[in-house]
């Protein structure tokens, strides 16, 4: 079975460009999360999807992170306009349905907003 | 704010000694509890877990130790190999929210 898979693996940008990460979550898994670690920083909850519905979206950093998952698959998180402190690496989980579950993590993007 | 920290950015161990590595949560309302190894390169992986109504609970030369008395949440790993070496995670959970994670320890297996 294939675990998340996240593209791209690195992605260096400007800032003021725009960046879109993709995730997509081990079949069948209902819950999507996405996170991210800054350097020197803990890694940080950004928001939940259950199917295709936003189910907590309360740390994302600023209206120009958009998070889209739509038909409940694969889940998209849109950085527009990329400032210097969006760097870092981005991580995407997934889990089965219930709060309980292991949420199991992909590799991360790295980004680099330069 | 509440936040879950841990005790030693780096712990260096002899291969084949035992390691134990401590954490601290704040939130009494977490119910569940998650340690994640993080490789080089690759995500946290899943290591073990434990909800709140446990103490113990043991997995393949692994433990965790949970003391609600003093927040207090430990990861136990016997006879320590070289692939061991990684950054460890804990993590809690409130209800159905996200993973509030730890800054992570590094652990160093030396030969």
């Known amino acids: 079975e294939a675990g998340v898979t996240q593209f791209p693996s690195h992605s260096v940008i400007e800032k003021g460009q725009t960046v879109t990460l993709r995730c997509d979550p081990i079949?069948?898994?209902?819950?999507l999360y996405w996170y991210r670690r800054v350097m020197g920083k803990e890694i940080k909850f950004l928001l939940h999807f259950v199917k295709e519905s936003k189910q907590d979206e309360s740390g994302m950093p600023n209206n120009r992170f958009l998070a889209e998952r739509t038909g409940g698959t694969y889940s998209t998180l849109k950085v527009q306009p990329a400032e210097l402190e969006d760097s870092g690496v981005y991580f995407c989980?997934?889990?089965?349905?219930?709060?309980?579950?292991?949420?199991?993590f992909g590799a991360g993007t790295r980004l680099s907003v330069l | 704010g509440e936040s879950v920290g841990l005790h030693l950015p780096t712990l260096s161990v002899q291969e084949g000694d035992n390691s134990i590595i401590n954490c601290a949560y704040s939130n009494s309302a977490s119910d569940y509890f998650i340690w994640y190894k993080q490789e080089s390169g690759k995500g946290p992986q899943f290591i073990i877990d434990i909800r709140s109504n446990m103490d113990k609970r043991q997995g393949q030369r692994v433990t965790v130790l949970l003391n609600k008395t003093v927040k207090h949440l430990s990861l136990q790993i016997a006879a320590t190999q070289p692939g061991d070496s990684a950054v460890y995670f804990c993590a809690e959970k409130t209800g159905a929210d996200g993973l509030t994670f730890g800054k992570g320890t590094h652990l160093i297996i030396q030969p």
């Open positions: 079949s069948g898994h209902d819950n």
């Open positions: 989980a997934s889990s089965q349905r219930g709060a309980k579950n292991i949420q199991y």
